[in-house]
């Protein structure tokens, strides 16, 4: 059982097409920023981008009025995760007005992580795979945690403690979507994405070329 974490690994030039949170997005050109379409219709703040092996996908959530848009609901127009192509990217001019980035960028490494095999827990659930990597993470003998502020998500892998009720379906085809990546707050006050103290879930229909993130 495997898990590849994203581990926080210093900062980064704000257009630099590695992975990273903060900073600006990357897109073909003539690419417009993404409007909140739940209530405030402000453009949405810019989270993560995310050079995977079939593209790049960038994460967005409004952060206009915190709590007054419903970033829990995939198709709440709250949240956006755009799909690109990897070649031809390029800087998305950023609004003049509304929140749109975050305080710092932080680049990120990955780790994949081994765990032994494990049976059920006691409620017969199969073992967590990003639970026991992130919990483990840089964990001494006699130490009470590990370093766990160090673990911004993790990509591929299995949707953690996310019932099958909540796994978003896609909009084109109305297929389940594919779980792509966890996403956590982050490591210091000024590069944190605003979950709520939540962790955030990226999942895409390659396919159709479409994303949805979620909170749980």
């Known amino acids: 059982m495997q898990a590849t974490l994203m581990i926080y690994n210093g900062t980064a030039a704000p257009d630099a097409d590695v992975l990273r949170t903060g900073g600006v997005p990357l897109a073909p050109a003539r690419t417009t920023w993404p409007m909140c379409g739940n209530t405030c219709g402000g453009p949405m703040q810019f989270f993560a981008h995310l050079p995977v092996d ?9 952060q206009n009025d915190p709590g007054a848009c419903d970033t829990h609901d995939p198709v709440s127009g709250a949240n ?8 031809e ?3 998305v001019a950023v609004p ?3 929140v749109t980035l975050l ?7 990955t780790a994949v992580v081994t765990l032994e095999p494990e049976e059920a827990d006691e409620d017969g659930l199969p073992p967590d795979a990003y639970d026991l990597a992130r919990g483990g993470w840089k964990w001494e003998p006699g130490e009470l945690f590990g370093k ?16 099958d009720d909540r796994l978003p379906e896609c909009p084109s085809c109305s297929g389940v979507m594919e779980f792509a990546a966890h996403l956590e707050e982050g490591i210091d006050r000024r590069s944190a994405m605003n979950l709520g103290g939540d962790l955030g879930y990226v999942f895409v229909c390659r396919p159709c070329s479409q994303g949805a993130f979620l909170r749980d």
Do not use: K
Not at 80 to 87: D, G, I, K, M
Not at 103 to 109: D, R
Not at 148 to 163: A, H, K
């Open 54 to 62: 079939y593209g790049v996908l960038s994460v967005f959530v409004c």
């Open 80 to 87: 956006r995760v755009l799909l690109f192509p990897s070649a």
């Open 89 to 91: 990217l390029v800087p």
């Open 96 to 98: 003049e007005e509304g």
């Open 103 to 109: 305080p710092a960028v932080s680049a990120i490494t």
């Open 148 to 163: 766990q502020r160090e673990v911004l998500g993790s990509l591929g892998g299995s949707p953690s403690c996310l019932g």
